[in-house]
């Protein structure tokens, strides 16, 4: 069983930017695929990024290509997640999530192992 553990949200101004950390406390970390969702209130969890492995494959939903980066450390057992030209409507809790097998997954029904997020909020 893997802990996982987000760190590094807090409020920003929209244009800003924010690092986002997945820390692991599991040895096998790098057995597992990891993703990041968000949930707005009022919304439904929804899937933001996900990097395989090894880390040399990545996806990102549409809303988000292009302004975000996610990458990951398997030494440190930590995945990150490098969030550019923040907009208003990126404010969320966003969680990590971590899950074996195929790596492109996007819905959450498929992870196992869940963070306990972080909060995001970006100002207009």
């Known amino acids: 069983q893997v802990q996982l553990v987000e760190s590094g949200g807090g409020l920003v101004q929209a244009g800003g930017s924010l690092r986002l950390s997945c820390a692991a406390s599991?040895?096998?970390?790098?057995?597992?695929?990891v993703a990041w969702f968000r949930q707005a209130p009022g919304n439904e969890r929804e899937f933001v990024s996900v990097?395989?492995?090894?880390?040399?494959?990545?996806d990102y939903t549409d809303s988000v290509k292009g302004r975000f980066t996610i990458s990951r450390d398997n030494a440190k057992k930590t995945v990150y997640l490098q969030m550019n030209s923040l907009k208003p409507e990126d404010t969320a809790v966003y969680f990590c999530?971590?899950?074996?097998?195929?790596?492109?997954?996007?819905?959450?029904?498929?992870?196992?192992?869940w963070g306990q997020g972080t909060q995001v909020t970006v100002s207009s």
């Open positions: 990097i395989s492995r090894g880390g040399m494959s990545a």
């Open positions: 599991e040895g096998s970390f790098s057995t597992y695929n």
């Open positions: 999530a971590a899950a074996g097998g195929q790596w492109r997954l996007r819905n959450s029904d498929d992870y196992s192992y």
